[in-house]
């Protein structure tokens, strides 16, 4: 029977006790394999503990998700929904001025622009063109446990709202509960990241002041001295604001969120000024635990994908793309292992492989994105044999060998040691608060 979301669940849905793959999870990375994979015949139903369209941050995209966008039919749909980001703006205090990179200086010309979304209107296109390709679709249901008998597949036991409880017997479960981590949690997977520990808090603000004209889709990274901002423009004239921080600092406070947010947006004079005029839309959030990641991504009779094997700072804007670009390979893959079982094995260690390279691209700049070496990068307007525009292609996505630009992220990276070689001072700063709020974190 249908429901107020466009495709069918209850009964119909709820029948399916066995099929080839169930998809715990309907955010970006689930809903995208189970397109895929209901594309190419195969049974496959998704299991999601909330309703859609739900809450859920992370609104701006990369140039390299619209490539998928248009391999998943969804293309049109997504630019109606969306605002259009021609570029970046970082703000820094410490340099007393603003820097804009426009995504059309990448080395890849081809994708000059991107979108902010809604995440609620985001993920809901892609669950529904998921149902349309044949996925069934079962919501308010939580997965509670997986078991993976010796035989082989995977027995999925979940609770619906009401208190039932159901069962699932699939050759192949594909982990996408995000943060939510299923599989890493029971199978004692998941660590906390040493490196990079972050939390944040952000709310939805109406009445922000924006960049004017073609840059008024901009997201605006505001550095200042816990951490760094976000400002991501709307199509419907909303605002995202989140400052992500060090856990110790959020963990300070001692007050209710939204005076917390609004107290630590005071410490950034740059982005008050932009919400001098602003609203608050919507209740403030707040999560810590931020970044984290799995031992393994697979393993006999499942895959994790997106958020449930790693999720890391987003001041690059990463969490989509990755969660797309792992279903994108996490569908090839388990098609690979259900056609052809004896291959798995090599299967998934080839699949473990990618997704962890392009990770792991993005992991080296983002560790380093409170020290002072590369924010001084960030802001500086040279940039020799075009390493800016291999920095910039690889911020928008380009984490995959799309192009050419190895030897100059290289170079980027040598510039950088030598920089910090020249501010040691500061960065050793850098480093001893990362460490203190790492230690804190770990007594915590």
Not at 65 to 70: A, V
Not at 169 to 182: H, I, N, Q, W
Request: with cysteine; aromatic share 10%.
């Amino acid at each position: 029977m249908p429901n107020r979301t466009g495709y069918t669940t209850s009964l119909d849905a709820v029948s399916a006790a066995r099929c080839d793959v169930l998809v715990v999870g309907s955010g970006p990375a689930g809903s995208t394999i189970a397109a895929l994979l209901a594309e190419r015949g195969r049974r496959v139903v998704i299991v999601e503990k909330d309703r859609h369209p739900r809450f859920h941050i992370g609104e701006s995209l990369l140039p390299l998700n619209l490539p998928l966008f248009e391999r998943l039919g969804v293309k049109e749909q997504i630019e109606r929904i969306g605002m259009i980001k021609y570029g970046v703006e970082f703000v820094s205090p410490y340099h007393g001025r603003a820097v804009t990179r426009d995504l059309s200086q990448a080395w890849d010309k081809s994708l000059p622009y991107s979108y902010q979304v809604r995440r609620s209107e985001f993920d809901h296109v892609l669950l529904k063109n998921a149902a349309a390709k044949g996925a069934e679709v079962i919501e308010g249901c939580r997965v509670a446990a997986v078991e993976f008998p010796a035989e082989g597949g995977a027995v999925i036991k979940g609770r619906e709202e009401g208190g039932t409880e159901r069962r699932w017997e699939a050759d192949f479960l594909v982990d996408a509960s995000g943060r939510d981590t299923l599989l890493a949690g029971q199978l004692g997977l998941k660590k906390r990241n040493r490196k990079h520990n972050s939390a944040a808090i952000f709310g939805h603000f109406t009445g922000a002041r924006r960049l004017p004209g073609k840059a008024e889709g901009h997201i605006s990274i505001f550095w200042f001295d816990h951490g760094w901002f976000w400002f991501i423009p709307l199509a419907d004239g909303t605002t995202s604001v989140g400052a992500v921080c060090p856990p110790d600092y959020i963990k300070s406070r001692k007050t209710d969120l939204t005076s917390f947010l609004m107290s630590t947006i005071a410490m950034c004079p740059e982005i008050a000024d932009r919400l001098k005029d602003a609203q608050l839309a919507a209740a403030v959030h707040a999560t810590g635990n931020y970044s984290y990641s799995a031992d393994r991504m697979a393993g006999r009779s499942y895959i994790l994908v997106g958020d449930a094997y790693a999720f890391i700072d987003p001041i690059f804007s990463t969490g989509v793309y990755l969660a797309m670009i792992t279903a994108f390979l996490g569908a090839d893959a388990v098609e690979a292992c259900l056609r052809e079982p004896t291959k798995a094995p090599q299967v998934l260690r080839r699949y473990e492989k990618q997704a962890r390279r392009g990770l792991q691209a993005f992991t080296w700049y983002i560790y380093r994105v409170r020290n002072p070496a590369l924010r001084n990068l960030f802001m500086s307007s040279r940039s020799p044999l075009r390493i800016g525009d291999a920095v910039l292609s690889l911020l928008a996505g380009d984490a995959f060998g799309r192009s050419p630009i190895g030897w100059r992220l290289t170079a980027f990276k040598v510039i950088y040691y030598m920089q910090s070689l020249l501010h040691l001072r500061s960065g050793i700063k850098a480093w001893r608060i990362r460490r203190r709020s790492a230690q804190l974190e770990t007594a915590g």
